[in-house]
T-cell receptor, first 117, second 114 residues
Framework: AQKITQTQPGMFVQEKEAVTLDCTYD???????LFWYKQPSSGEMIFLIYQGSYDQQNATEGRYSLNFQKARKSANLVISASQLGDSAMYFC??????????????FGSGTQLTVLP | SQTIHQWPATLVQPVGSPLSLECTVE??????LYWYRQAAGRGLQLLFY??????ISSEVPQNLSASRPQDRQFILSSKKLLLSDSGFYLC?????????????FGPGTRLLVL
């Protein structure tokens, strides 16, 4: 079973408008972390935002915010005031426990966002 | 500040040839290190991770191997490449402290096996 589900293979948004990228997750671990990464065409994975399962407030980082709905197991990324440079692939990921102190990230299949001028 | 390097940036290799991809991290000590592979248009798949020198854990059985000869060096290898090894290989690091969650990625290596 998929642990991270991103149901939107592609999204379009007009420049300067807000856009929401969906992410749902599945875990029985009471302690977990959720991440969003941006991957432009260059390939580098750029960390955007993190939400811990015990965090009371939704995470925000500049124009990025994470709409965390724990009961629904969703962690949607909201990008406000979209810019042309936001066009990229966006991945949702979840932290799971591994042996020792390493923690695995499980990634979704990604959403390709295109910002239109 | 911490930086992560990968080389080469791109690589074209024939089937059956060996492989060595290198990843180094600067500006931190005792990081957790990770190798991921991304097939075209797909998400990331964890291949190996390491919590210390000489400590390697494999997540997916395959013809690849990893080694960590130094604290901040992580190497991905193969004795004989397969066509299915083509992809984008990303190295990532995370501080060894428990409280730090985020993994930071290198620029990646694009491998094409012909």
């Amino acid at each position: 079973a998929q642990k991270i589900t991103q149901t939107q293979p592609g999204m379009f948004v007009q420049e300067k408008e807000a856009v929401t990228l969906d992410c749902t997750y599945d875990t029985s671990d009471p302690s977990y972390g959720l991440f969003w990464y941006k991957q432009p065409s260059s390939g580098e994975m750029i960390f955007l935002i993190y939400q811990g399962s015990y965090d009371q407030q939704n995470a925000t980082e500049g124009r990025y915010s994470l709409n965390f709905q724990k009961a629904r197991k969703s962690a949607n990324l909201v990008i406000s005031a979209s810019q042309l440079g936001d066009s990229a692939m966006y991945f949702c990921a979840m932290r799971e426990w591994l042996s020792g102190s390493a923690r695995q990230l499980t990634f979704g299949s990604g959403t390709q966002l295109t910002v239109l001028p | 500040s911490q930086t992560i390097h990968q080389w080469p940036a791109t690589l074209v290799q024939p089937v059956g040839s060996p492989l060595s991809l290198e990843c180094t991290v600067e500006g931190t000590s005792n990081p957790n290190l990770y190798w991921y592979r991304q097939a075209a248009g797909r998400g990331l798949q964890l291949l190996f991770y390491s919590v210390g020198i000489g400590q390697i854990s494999s997540e997916v059985p395959q013809n690849l191997s990893a080694s960590r000869p130094q604290d901040r060096q992580f190497i991905l290898s193969s004795k004989k490449l397969l066509l299915s090894d083509s992809g984008f290989y990303l190295c990532a690091w995370r501080p060894g402290e428990v409280v730090q969650e985020t993994q930071y990625f290198g620029p990646g290596t694009r491998l094409l096996v012909l």
